[in-house]
């Protein structure tokens, strides 16, 4: 609107200037500066306001563009620890009151197909579960006290186990209490392999089981990254 008011006035001015005396038309000139200088403002105005509104959406809207490419999965790992109690010594003559053990797993997470599709595309990761299950078990024991871990390096999540009967089945619900997931979610976004183990005492000897250590996690992942 504002353009073609100027071009109004600049066609006025131009048809009309020889009709008008020379202090009306110095009056007209001097008038059809003004509206040039202020044509000139108006529009140098208008051009910077425009480019510092786009560089501040640009700045503000590259995450917002970016996270619209954002692919979520979800996928799990897990790991059999295997545990072997061998039989004591002492079996004959005495009562058995503890006897120590412990098992370790190496888990790869690259071992999962979208880990290894976005291995350097990946955002965040967000465990959703995590759990230990016991089978192939010899015969029934109990695990007087023991400690059930997830590691790498100096990152360490783990959990206390006291008093608990291992059968085929048994399930260990392994929660973040004490902010475990937390450390397994910076886990698994180095992508490197860790390691699952059980350690403590059980109440019998010559038993062997295995524990499946079972991590669930959502993952977002961008190719844009």
């Excluded at 071992?111 to 579960?129: A, G, P």
């Excluded at 089945?169 to 976004?189: F, H, P, R, V």
Aim: glycine residues 4%; charged residues 20%; positive net charge.
């Amino acid at each position: 609107m504002c353009h073609f008011i100027y071009g109004v006035i600049d066609i006025v001015l131009l048809k009309h200037k020889h009709y008008i005396n020379k202090n009306e038309y110095r009056f007209k000139i001097d008038l059809y500066s003004i509206i040039l200088i202020l044509k000139f403002i108006t529009m140098k105005t208008f051009l910077k306001t425009l480019i510092i509104l786009l560089i501040g959406v640009s700045f503000s809207s590259c995450d917002d563009i970016e996270s619209l490419a954002d692919i979520e999965f979800t996928t799990s790992f897990s790991g059999d620890v295997d545990v072997v109690v061998p039989a004591s010594v002492s079996h004959a003559s005495a009562k058995i009151d503890a006897v120590s053990f412990s098992g370790k797993a190496t888990i790869d997470p690259q071992s999962d197909s979208n880990i290894k599709k976005y291995i350097d595309k990946l955002k965040s990761s967000d465990v959703q579960e995590v759990t230990g299950t016991f089978k192939k078990v010899s015969k029934p024991v109990r695990i007087t006290t023991g400690s059930l871990s997830i590691s790498q390096g100096s990152k360490s999540a783990s959990w206390s186990i006291k008093n608990f009967d291992v059968a085929n089945g048994a399930k260990i619900i392994l929660d973040s209490a004490e902010g475990q997931w937390a450390t397994i979610n910076q886990i698994l976004m180095s992508k490197n392999k860790f390691d699952a183990k059980i350690t403590g005492t059980v109440d019998n000897d010559d038993v062997s089981f295995t524990v499946t250590i079972y991590i669930k996690s959502n993952f977002i992942a961008n190719p844009l990254k």
